[in-house]
């Protein structure tokens, strides 16, 4: 009992190594209870230089400390250490080997979950944990299943209700309304400060330059976001306007993305380490007139800071597209496209209609030449999608399945973002016998080389609800046709905002059925797919895709218009 006191004692000392020396090599075997293997795994994670194999051990000890005791508080703590130490392997180095090792951890923690369920799946912060393992295996459903479990159990932290609302844009079964509902849930979840601890709001003054504020926690590591937000700062009138750049990422994450991105705006501003009050004290300082946030619900988003107000006028913009539900946010930047005006009343914002679309993308650094059909030397079509894994949800799955069964000697070029994500995606199109037809790429560190991929592909295909953005408008640049479907929302409306804007109405399918027609069409009458590719190469640029100086125009007179009423 005095040692174990010494240990605790030593713990909270901070002598992590001193208490690995003892456990292992002074405490007997049959003496080291769950809590001490607990101990010594926290201690290996802990202690100063850690290596990949101090975290292998680790997870070895929680495994044991859970094992030594059922149902108690000890194998509790011990449980959610091995699976937050597993998926911490997963995470520590992105290579085959090392998912390997995770996933086979992770596969013995959800069978113990499984044959302690009654015990353990009513514990939030292992629900928490359970969660980190499903996203790493990109298991949306299962996601989305133990989200509404916190919910249910009263978890109405906004944390758990924006992850919720997340992980609903990649599926088909939920309304605008429900954005809304849960939107309204999350409104109320937000804390209100008290006014009296806050600096005053300032109130705009027409006759100086409107001050704009960005806030992001993406503006780092060519982030797809920075690709829009250039297109603002490239062309803005400084005479008219200040920007100021509010960073909600640690200040290591800072990269080259970030000091680019610095030295184009008036005022760059690291929040990240502020509490709430502090965040909202600085910015109001700063005498904004108008902040748009570039996340929503989505990444490290503080919609606190909306809630409580930090300039009089607040916009959506960008990052996240649908609405937030939170008092405060103004106004969300769309089109006629996305939104309908009989759809408004689903948006908790009033919606601002920009004149041709709600996002430019300010082109691609590299020399932009024609790329010739991959078919006319392949002599077969190649099908493509760059897209983020978790928006090929099941329907996804099914109809590009169809595609593969219905047209010969079609192949489909799929690109992860790690190695690991293959396995649980391969399956599915294991199931649906097309797997043959399936070729995975690796993920590309190098810019320039995941770009010259769209050359290997005729026609790239978007994913559906949640559409892709950015890999639509990359491929458009390479002259690639995305086929996109009809969406019913902001969110699953993109891919028809990108095509309408090309005039590629006829890539716009109706339904699944309509999806896999069309591309039969395309098969069968090559030389149309030939012409869309040539329109795209000669008229891409000038669109509204990638048109930045009249798109900053519009954006800026937007903005205008909701200063100077």
Same mark, same amino acid.
């Given at each position: ?40 795994? *926290? ?14 051990? /680790? ?49 013995? /923690? ?23 393992? #499903? ?46 509902? #849960? ?68 200040? +290591?994450?800072?990269?080259?993305? +970030? ?34 946030? *570039? ?110 069964? @219905? ?55 978007? +994913? ?18 995305? *086929? ?21 109405? @006829? ?7 309509? #999806? ?31 048109? +930045? ?17």
């Amino acid at each position: 009992m005095e040692k174990n006191i010494n240990l605790q004692k030593m713990f909270f000392e901070k002598r992590y190594s001193e208490i690995i020396f003892i456990i292992d090599h002074q405490i007997l075997d049959k003496q080291k209870n769950s809590a001490i293997m607990n101990l010594l795994g *926290l201690c290996r994670i802990l202690k100063n230089n850690k290596t990949k194999e101090d975290l292998k051990l /680790a997870i070895e000890n929680f495994k044991i400390a859970y094992l030594k005791e059922k149902n108690t508080k000890n194998s509790l703590e011990a449980f959610r250490n091995f699976v937050n130490a597993s998926v911490n392997l997963y995470d520590y180095e992105k290579t085959s080997e090392n998912h390997k090792i995770a996933v086979e951890y992770f596969k013995e /923690a959800l069978s113990f979950l499984d044959n302690n369920e009654v015990y353990y799946s009513k514990n939030e912060m292992v629900i928490l944990q359970i969660i980190r393992i #499903y996203k790493r295996l990109v298991n949306i459903k299962k996601v989305k299943f133990f989200l509404k479990k916190l919910i249910n159990q009263n978890n109405n932290r906004p944390l758990t209700i924006c992850s919720y609302i997340y992980n609903n844009c990649f599926f088909s079964d939920w309304t605008q309304e429900k954005f809304l509902e #849960y939107g309204n849930m999350l409104n109320k979840t937000l804390p209100i400060y008290d006014e009296k601890k806050l600096v005053p709001l300032f109130q705009s003054n027409k006759d100086k330059k409107i001050k704009i504020g960005f806030f992001s926690a993406d503006i780092r590591s060519n982030h797809s976001v920075t690709y829009f937000l250039k297109t603002i700062l490239d062309h803005y009138d400084n005479n008219k306007f200040e920007i100021y750049l509010y960073f909600n990422h640690k200040k +290591t994450l800072e990269d080259q993305t +970030t000091k680019y991105f610095k030295d184009l705006v008036d005022k760059f501003v690291n929040i990240s380490a502020l509490n709430d009050e502090g965040a909202i004290n600085l910015i109001r300082k700063d005498k904004i007139d108008i902040f748009i946030d *570039l996340m929503g619900i989505t990444s490290e988003s503080r919609l606190s800071l909306i809630k409580n107000r930090v300039s009089p006028v607040q916009i959506l913009w960008c990052g996240y597209c649908n609405t937030t539900g939170v008092d405060g946010m103004d106004y969300i930047l769309s089109d006629q496209n996305l939104i309908y005006n009989s759809e408004k009343h689903l948006y908790k914002e009033k919606i601002i209609f920009l004149p041709q679309i709600w996002n430019c993308h300010s082109g691609i650094n590299i020399k932009r030449s024609f790329n010739p059909s991959p078919f006319i030397k392949n002599k077969e079509i190649t099908l493509g999608s760059f897209n983020n894994f978790s928006k090929i949800n099941d329907e996804v799955v099914l109809t590009w399945s169809k595609v593969l069964k @219905y047209i010969q000697n079609t192949k489909l070029v799929l690109k992860p973002s790690s190695t690991r994500e293959i396995d649980f995606l391969a399956e599915k199109f294991r199931q649906q016998n097309v797997l043959g037809n399936i070729e995975f790429v690796s993920s590309k560190k190098d810019f320039k080389d995941h770009i010259n991929l769209y050359k290997e592909i005729d026609i790239a295909l978007d +994913t559906f609800p949640y559409n892709g953005v950015t890999t639509s408008f990359e491929a458009m640049w390479m002259n690639v046709p995305v *086929l996109t479907m009809k969406g019913y929302n902001f969110n699953s409306r993109c891919g028809e905002s990108i095509n309408k804007s090309l005039g590629l109405d @006829y890539l716009i399918a109706k339904n699944e059925e309509d #999806y896999v027609s069309k591309l039969n069409e395309l098969d069968q009458n090559k030389d149309k797919l030939l012409n869309i590719r040539k329109l795209l190469f000669e008229n891409a640029i000038s669109s509204p895709l990638f048109d +930045t100086k009249s798109f900053s125009k519009d954006f800026f007179n937007a903005l205008d218009g909701t200063v100077n009423k």
